[in-house]
């Protein structure tokens, strides 16, 4: 059986592959800023906080996997919703992200084999969020892991949108250690990113402190996400400030990356 805080990072560096490989296949969005720009001084950094809304979670019938992907469709509703509004508050172009569920590993998608092991994966050839539904899942379908889950995803799809993606995997990296500085900081603004939703729809939630303490354990240190102490710092900064500004690892000192 899998291990999911194991899937969570397999699901989040499949997305790292997925995006970076579909960027071509992708037209390109008019004013999407480019180089240095697009990673340290991203308008989407100057959107403020995420407007408060409500966003309730639709209930899961036990085990019942239909009523997972309905759990899960409504989230990625609230997400479009919100995100949406900040991306007119940058001035910048907006699409909405789809969802696609799968029942098993391997099956083909617009980005390739859906990785073994994984969760969930942003494809950016079509926009589209793929989560794994299958019975591993059932000891976990109580707790925040699919709505931390499908927000990661979608932090994926905000930094495709703004360019943030497509500057920072166009470099020429010379070794792995460059490589991997600069997707731990990817991965961890994903992390800020669905904590700034996951904040701003906090109080509509009914949801105990301990459910956010659970998001913030389930990391392991690895070399391609950081240290697991780095990724609950910056999901919790994300919950806390609730701003997008909150979440610019790119221009972050290296012992917090």
Known sequence: MRTLPLAVLSGVLASLFFTGTA????D?????????TALTGNPIYKTGRL???TCRERPIH?????????YLGALLKCLNDSWKRQFAGAGLPFATARLRTVSRSGVNTRCGRFPKDAQA????????????????????????FLFKTIAHEYGHHVQKLSGITDVAYSWNYRTKKGYNAVQRRFELQADCLSGAFIGSVWDSLDRSEEDFVYLRDIAEDSPTHGKAENYA????????????????TFAARSRVS
């Open 62 to 70: 036990g085990t019942n996997l239909k009523s997972t992907a309905s």
């Open 23 to 26: 960027a071509a296949t992708v």
């Open 121 to 144: 994966i942003y494809c950016a050839a079509d926009r589209t969020i793929l989560f794994l539904l299958d019975k591993d899942l059932f000891p976990y379908l109580d707790s925040l």
């Open 28 to 36: 390109r969005l008019e004013r999407v800023p480019t180089g240095e």
């Open 233 to 248: 710092h910056w999901l919790t900064r994300g919950f806390q400030d609730g701003d997008p500004g909150a979440c610019n």
């Open 51 to 53: 407007q408060r809304r």
